[in-house]
Structures are given as C-alpha cells and as structure tokens.
C-alpha cells in the first residue's frame, strides 16, 4: 500500500509536540518557574498546528473538513477533537506561564497535558485498527504511535533543556523521561513489529529502523546526558533526530504492511 | 430494515464480462476506474484435475458495514429506505477512510471528481423497479437481485434453489456480508481469498 505521507508527518510532528507537551506537565509538579515552560509549551501548539494542516493536505477536498466535526465517529473526529483540546490546554498553560499567575491551576493542566499526550497519540494509531486490514489491527499498533511520538518528544524536551540552558537537575530529568521514552518505544515498536510480522516481510528494514533510530539510539543518547550533563545539548539533537526517523520509520512501515484481508480491485490508495 | 443484495451463480457465469461493461456505460465509470469486476479463480488442481470459475465482485452491501461506520462526515451511509450502502459525493472530503476500511478493496477512487465511488446497485433504477444493469444484462442470467430475507425475491428464491453447501460470501471479518455466490462442489470448489 503506498504511504501517505502527509498522514505520516501529521502523527510525527503532532505526537512530538504532544509529549513535548507531556515534559512541561510533568516538570510543572517542581512548582518552580523552569525556562523550557513557555517556549515548549509555544513549539508544542506550533507543532500540533503544523500537523493538523498537513493532515488536511491529504483530503481532496479540504473545504469540506469542517463536516468530519459534524459527524461524531471514531478515528478521525476523536483525533481532531483530542488535538484541539490539547492545543487549547497548552494555550491556557502557557498564558498562566507567562503572567506567573495561579500555580495549582498550572498543575491541573499539566496533568490534562499528560494524560492528553497519551490519549492523542494512542488514538492516532487507533484510528487505524480495522478488521480489514490485518496487520493494522491490533492494539499494539496505537501502542507503537504512542511510543514512537514519546521518545522523539521526549527527545525534544532534552534538548530544549539544554539549549535553555536549563539548570542540571532539569537536564538530568529531561535525560531521565528520554530514556523512559526510548525504552517504550523500544518495547512497542518490537512488540507491533513481532505481531505483524514486519520482521519477515520487506518492512525489515523499517522496522529495525523504527527500533534502532526510534528507540536504541535516544534510550542511550538520554542515559549518557543522564551522566554527562554537559554534552545534553548535541545528545539532546541526536536522540530527537533518530526519535523522528523512527517515528517515521513506524509509519511508514504501518501503510507498507497494510494490504486489505482480500484485495480485489488492487486500487492503490 | 431489507438487505437488498446481489446473489450470483458461479456455476451459470462464463466469464464474459458482460456486467462489467454494463456497469461501466450504466454508470459512467472512468478507464481504469471499477464498481464492478470479474476475477479469474484458477486453474486449481493438477493436470488433467483442473477447475476453475469466474468471481465477479463489487461492494458486498455488509450488513455490518465496515465503511460506513468509519466515515467522518457520513458520507458513506445507508439508504433509510433501502438499507443499501451508498456514497453522498457532495459531502464526500477524499479521505479514503472507508477505501482502508473495505476488506475487498472494492471501492473505487473517481480521480475527476477526487471522491469515492462505488456500486450503488444501481440505485437510480431500482428505485423505480427496474433491475440493476449487471443484472439485467447477465447474458447467462447468473446474476439475481432482491431482499435476501424477502422469500418473494429473486436473490432469496435464487438462494433457497440451491445447496446449502454451494452457497458462499467472501471472506468476512465480522462485516457480514449480504451478496451472496453459489458454486457447486461438482463446478468447482469455493476458495477463499484472492
């Protein structure tokens, strides 16, 4: 099946910048002002609303999009509805950021960041879990989404901490979730490709790519900026380089592997 | 709510590919461009035991139709009155939702228009009594139309007519599917998938 690479890079950058978001959340509980705060919050609206325009790129009639919100269905509306709540979370965060202002209220929306990082991404994957296509249904697909989107995420709040020059502890934390994020995809991307048999079909390479780039690589790249401080900005750039071909590597394996249960007609999609 | 449905007779189909020129001019389907579709299934066996027949395939009209319920927009949707699985091109957005979602692969990208199309059963006739074109057509009266569950029907008449071990719908992964093919053991033995 061909790979529809707008739908590919919406995931990718959309995902990034929904566990960018994630980090923020999650350092928001140190209760103290952290420089990353609000122009990760402004990268992640940014990289959700590039996103979102170059999945509208794939319609052929992207005028008409505004009916897909005026038809409640799985995939496609509950995606589009959880990355406008999300955009919308952040937006409200980061104008607290900005005027120092009501620190609980900060902390609820870091929580609503999180758990809306893990429900966009994984509904981005789920979107696409239908009995027609074999390799594509099951849970460990989302779940792969899911992982990819937090290690190149992650690997992105790595190195923005360091580029901000972020104090040390920040870093050290950063450089701990990277390697949280790598590990999960490390683990989904395995577990999918096991599954759907990627590892025998001519999606190999992609799915070594997928673990390797994906996982391996911003797994160790977070576990030496957990030693070496110093060196998080290039560590930083590297696992997020490699966390994106691996996201990219995933989904594009996922449209290789996707042949219907019976293909018919052989029209490519 | 009816299950209108095509039923067809493998063991009456030549393979001529009559239905699918039918379909074509009927509809105005584009070069390159099928709602409907005859499939070779064969030669299978050893020499001299060879069988093989003809498989002509279009929208399968699923009962739990895979398409429909992923549509954003409701553009693939079913007929109130007939229960048939059409597509609404004004509001269709060119997602390919559905196209992923059919298990046949029996949808069909109109490239002008940049919809998706697909068998209608021919619905601009039927809705005043007349026959789909395939089947009207058939030059070896294989194809039969109606309500499955009407036993006044031609497709359901056509069914209760045969064995119940000739009778066969594609490969289904919970859609069930309402079309229905018969095929005798003695013609040749149903295989399933491509």
Redesign the interface.
């Known amino acids: 099946m061909e790979i529809q690479w707008s739908l590919v890079l919406f995931t990718v950058l959309s995902g990034m910048g929904a566990w960018l978001a994630a980090c923020i959340g999650i350092e928001e509980f140190r209760g103290k002002q952290r420089k990353v705060a609000l122009p990760g919050s402004i990268l992640a609206v940014v990289l959700l609303a590039i996103g979102g325009i170059i999945s509208v790129s794939?319609?052929?009639?992207?005028l008409?999009?505004v009916?897909?919100l005026?038809?409640p269905?799985?995939?496609?509306?509950l995606e589009a509805l959880l990355l406008g709540i999300l955009a919308v979370v952040i937006i409200i965060y980061a104008v607290l950021v900005a005027r120092e202002i009501s620190p609980a209220v900060r902390k609820v929306l870091g929580i609503l960041m999180v758990l809306l990082a893990i429900a966009f991404t994984f509904a981005c994957g789920s979107s696409?879990m239908?009995?027609?296509?074999p390799a594509w249904n099951t849970i460990l697909l989302p779940l792969a989404y899911l992982g990819t989107a937090c290690a190149s995420g992650t690997a992105l709040a790595l190195a923005m901490a360091a580029i901000r020059k972020e104090e040390e502890a920040a870093i050290k934390r950063a450089a701990l979730f990277t390697v949280v994020g790598g590990i999960v995809a490390i683990i989904t991307t395995v577990a999918y490709g096991a599954v759907s048999g990627s590892f025998e079909s001519e999606g190999t390479l992609l799915i070594l790519g997928c673990v390797v780039c994906g996982g391996i690589v911003p797994t160790v790249c977070g576990a030496l900026a957990l030693k070496r401080p110093n060196d998080a900005q290039m560590l930083g750039v590297i696992a997020l380089i490699c966390g994106v071909i691996g996201a990219i590597s995933l989904r594009a394996l996922m449209w290789i592997m996707?042949t219907?249960?019976?293909?018919?007609?052989?029209?490519e999609? | 709510m009816p299950h209108y449905a095509i039923v067809i007779d493998l063991n009456r189909c030549i393979g001529c590919h009559g239905c699918e020129i039918a379909c074509k001019n009927e509809n105005g389907i584009a070069l390159g461009e099928?709602w409907n579709?005859v499939?070779d299934r064969g030669p299978f066996g050893d020499y001299p035991d060879l069988e093989m027949y003809y498989l002509p395939?279009m929208c399968q009209q699923c009962q739990n139709s895979?398409c429909t319920?992923?549509?954003?927009?409701?553009?693939s949707y079913r007929d109130e009155n007939t229960n048939v699985v059409l597509v609404n091109k004004e509001?269709?957005?060119?997602?390919?939702?559905c196209?992923?979602?059919?298990?046949?692969?029996?949808?069909?990208?109109n490239e002008e228009e940049?919809?998706v199309e697909k068998c209608t059963l021919c619905s601009h006739l039927t809705v005043t009594g007349e026959l789909p074109m395939c089947v009207r057509t058939c030059s070896a009266g294989a194809r039969f139309y109606g309500d499955i569950d009407d036993p006044e029907s031609d497709a359901a008449q056509a069914l209760a007519a045969a064995d119940e071990d000739s009778i066969h719908t594609?490969?289904e992964?919970?859609?069930s599917p309402a079309t229905h093919y018969i095929l005798s053991p003695s013609r040749a033995a149903w295989k399933e998938?491509?």
């Open positions: 794939h319609l052929a009639h992207p008409r999009v009916a897909a005026s038809h269905a799985p995939g496609i509306f696409y239908m009995a027609s296509r996707g219907p249960l019976d293909d018919y007609f052989g029209v999609i | 099928d579709k499939i395939v895979p319920n992923v549509c954003p927009t409701g553009a509001i269709c957005i060119g997602c390919k939702y196209m992923m979602a059919c298990p046949y692969g029996v949808r069909a990208w940049r919809v594609l490969r992964s919970g859609n998938g491509v």
